[in-house]
């Protein structure tokens, strides 16, 4: 039986939101193994001066544990 855990971290990008997703995944890997998916549970953006600069989220990311 395997057994899942799930960590939550904020991920941001200038680039867009598939960025600031795979910038999240990338940076948790360094760390853990064996990522299974990645939840995004909220998506906020910093603006200035009338145009998006930045684009943050939530990311609730699922591994299995040995």
Same mark, same amino acid.
């Given at each position: 039986? =395997? #057994?899942?855990?799930t960590v939550e971290v904020i991920a941001?990008?200038? +680039?867009? /939101? &598939?960025? =600031? #997703? ?10 853990? +193994?064996? /990522? &299974?998916?990645v939840w995004v549970k909220d998506i ?9 600069? &930045?684009?943050?989220?939530t990311l609730a990311v699922t591994f299995?544990?040995?």
């Amino acid at each position: 039986m =395997a #057994i899942a855990k799930t960590v939550e971290v904020i991920a941001a990008s200038g +680039e867009g /939101i &598939e960025a =600031a #997703i795979r910038n999240g995944v990338a940076k948790v890997a360094e760390t853990i +193994e064996n /990522i &299974e998916g990645v939840w995004v549970k909220d998506i906020k953006a910093t603006v200035a001066e009338g145009a998006v600069v &930045e684009w943050r989220l939530t990311l609730a990311v699922t591994f299995i544990v040995d």
